[in-house]
């Protein structure tokens, strides 16, 4: 049966190369999707019978090579053996081009990912633009999955261990240098000379890359089954086995498959079939379409600023300047004493080393990175950002000084975590110009950026603001101006949960091994310590008056006695070199009551940000916890988690907790929302 090309194009040139290029019709980006496939498997047909000089693969889209399989066809996958069959189809492809009889090249410019990186291995060389936009990876565990297509076959053979299971481990990606230092790649060149490498060579090729002397010596049975074991005790201090299995099947696949590459495949494609059914894929699949949903909003090219100006240079002002000013922004950084200033700029130094590998960029980015005491920044920025103590009056002094020097256009946005933007904004006379940008700690680790608006923001602001946030490299999620707005809303009454539990009597470490157990990233006890146990007062007692939240008698003291957590040494833990002392021994007590606990006031209150629409819709809702508190991605969110676990069943036992425990755990008429349209 012929097949219709439609997404590749093909040209033979003078030198006898076909160059297949990859252009996938009604999309900006390249996946592989099962038409593509079918499309490139009867090209090969054509290319086996008769054979060119030799084939390079190209992208003919302007931003990226291959973005990786297509997702959603995963959700279509129903049994095992379905997901089977869709598997040793790819595999099958990608070895009928192992297998030409003349040389392949893959050319890469801009993302190249999963499929698209399997894809590339399965060539006889890889070439790659040498620019900070291409990015070369296996990110497939993040979808809860590991490479299918060969890939994990393909890159263990070739590059140490050590460097390639790193790559799968993690689902990091890579610079282009970065990927021909391990051999990932065979060259980066710059724009001017990729095509001329990539035919170069096509037509004079060069020894294929092939496994360096220490990998040999790591991927000798003995040797290769100790690491194995060592790195899944690594992989287990950040992804528990029973929460996500894919690392561990990748290193049990190398492990006990390596050398022998057909049955290694063979279970490389079992492995996968396996994984792809059950709710954890689906689950991350889901997360990875609420991020792309989240990049997906507002317009970007709508706004863009070149000079961001930001007030308080404490933990978050300091590291939202330097975080503007990695991401190539102009930064001039403002308070009242060098003394602050010095520290903002310690800390960027810091990041800057770890994020920054070339010494001229790093200078660079602190090169834009201006202190700033007077202010004179104000007038010259596109963007001015408010990131004081939570004190109301304090604000309005500031707004009242910068409002008259800010340029027509500029967004004032503030970084208050609780205060609402209405009280802040009576002091303005263009009161729609300003809105919530409201970032979380660590500004550099976390991902999201809520996006506060009142009724009295302005549609530009507001969109400006959004396009701002995916300019610096977040996600941004539009809430509506209320206290606590949604991340914090939510995630206090499950805080206050815990300490009320520390009151009775229960050991923090029962407390955070429950959450943990449950698939938190960390406990909230040991979440709240760095927080800071006067910033969690303070928070607690602004949501406590608008809705009647009760701050535990033991939080209070803790404040009190100057016990405050992690910056003072002591707090729920006791510190030590900055690391919390716990008790190996502690009483455990109900692990399940306490995890209700803690998970009813999460779970309860989110019903009750979806019922008073702090965000337009349950997807939304999740996306902003996932990204904003690293709720379990492997449960999708707790309305997803919510829904898989039957509401009327959480219902019922949040009403029978309300009996046994307070009116705190009684049911919002939210939940029927919850249910709706599901």
């Known amino acids: 049966m012929s097949v219709e090309i ?29 038409s593509v496939l079918q499309q490139l498997d009867s090209l090969l047909d054509e290319i086996s019978s008769n054979p060119p000089r030799a084939v390079i693969f190209r992208s003919g889209k302007a931003k990226g ?92 053979a070739m590059i140490n ?151 308080g240079a404490g933990t978050m002002g300091g590291d939202i300047a330097a975080w503007c000013a990695l991401r190539g922004f102009t930064v001039t950084l403002q308070d009242r004493e060098a003394k602050y200033l010095g520290n903002a700029f310690k800390r960027a130094h810091q990041l800057y080393g770890k994020r920054l590998k070339v010494t001229a960029e790093r200078n660079a980015a602190l090169d834009r990175l201006i202190p700033d005491i007077n202010g004179d ?17 304090a604000k309005h002094a500031i707004y009242r000084d910068i409002e008259p020097r800010m340029k027509p256009g500029a967004v004032l946005a503030t ?46 602001t507001i969109q400006n603001a959004i396009a701002f946030t995916q300019h610096i490299g977040k996600l941004p999620l539009p809430v509506k101006s209320s206290p606590g707005f949604l991340v914090n809303r939510i995630l206090m009454p499950y805080l206050v949960e815990a300490f009320t539990l520390y009151d009775e009597g229960v050991a923090p470490e029962a407390i955070d091994k429950a959450a943990t157990d449950f698939g938190m990233p960390m406990g909230p006890v040991e979440l709240a310590d760095p927080v800071g146990l006067d910033i969690c007062h303070s928070v607690a007692e602004n949501l406590s008056s608008a809705f009647g939240i009760e701050v535990p008698a033991g939080l209070t003291k803790f404040v009190e006695s100057n016990k405050l957590g992690k910056k003072s040494g002591r707090g729920f833990y006791r510190y030590k070199k900055g690391k919390p ?53 492997f449960r999708g969110g707790p309305m997803n988690y919510s829904l898989q676990e039957g509401v009327d069943s959480i219902v019922q036992a949040m009403t029978d907790y309300a009996g046994n425990y307070g009116e705190r755990f009684s049911p919002v008429d939210g939940w029927s929302l919850v249910k709706a349209d599901s």
Not at 444 to 460: F, G, H, Q, Y
Not at 587 to 604: E, G, S, V
């Open 6 to 34: 439609t997404d590749w194009k093909t040209h033979a040139d003078d030198d006898g190369i076909l160059w297949l290029t990859l252009d996938q019709a009604g999309t900006s980006t390249n996946v592989l999707s099962i």
């Open 65 to 156: 090579f291959i973005a990786g399989a297509d997702v959603k066809e995963f959700l279509d996958v129903t049994t095992t053996q379905e997901a089977l069959i869709m598997i040793k189809r790819g595999q099958t492809l990608f070895s009928r081009i192992e297998s030409l009889p003349c040389p392949t090249v893959a050319l890469i410019e801009g993302f190249c990912m999963g499929g698209g990186t399997e894809l590339a291995l399965a060539c006889d060389y890889r070439v790659a633009l040498d620019d900070s936009s291409t990015r070369i990876g296996l990110p497939e565990v993040k979808l809860g999955i590991h490479p299918a297509y060969g890939g994990l076959v393909r890159s263990t």
């Open 161 to 311: 261990p050590l460097k390639s299971l790193e790559i799968m481990l993690s689902g990091r990606s890579l610079r282009a240098r970065a990927a021909a230092a391990i051999g990932l790649i065979d060259r980066a060149q710059p724009q001017r000379q990729i095509e001329r490498a990539a035919r170069q060579m096509a037509l004079s090729p060069p020894a294929k890359q092939k496994m360096p002397l220490l990998g040999k010596v790591l991927s000798l049975p003995g040797i290769r089954h100790l690491l194995a074991e060592y790195m899944k005790k690594q992989v287990a201090k950040k992804a528990p086995r029973q929460h996500y299995p894919a690392p561990y099947a990748i290193l049990d696949v190398w492990a006990n498959y390596y050398g022998n590459n057909k049955r290694m495949m063979e279970e490389e494609a079992n492995s996968v079939a396996r994984l792809i059914q059950g709710n954890k894929v689906r689950s991350l699949v889901r997360v990875f379409f609420l991020q792309t949903r989240l990049k997906g909003l507002g317009d970007k090219k709508s706004f863009t600023p070149q000079h961001v100006h930001v007030i």
């Open 377 to 393: 920044g104000v007038a010259r920025a596109d963007v001015v950002i408010e990131a004081i103590f939570e004190d109301i009056d």
């Open 415 to 460: 970084n208050t975590s609780s205060i609402p933007l209405e009280t802040l904004a009576t002091v303005l006379k263009e009161p729609d110009r300003l809105v919530g940008v409201h970032f979380f700690n660590p500004v550099a680790m976390m991902p999201l950026v809520e996006i506060v608006k009142t009724e009295t923001s302005s549609p530009e």
């Open 581 to 633: 002392v716990k008790d190996n021994d502690a009483d455990l007590d109900d692990q399940k009551a306490i995890q209700n606990r803690l998970l009813y006031r999460f779970l309860n209150e989110a019903a009750a940000c979806l019922q008073e629409e702090i965000v337009d819709d349950k997807d939304l809702l999740d996306a902003g916890m996932i990204f904003g508190t690293g709720f379990a991605p």
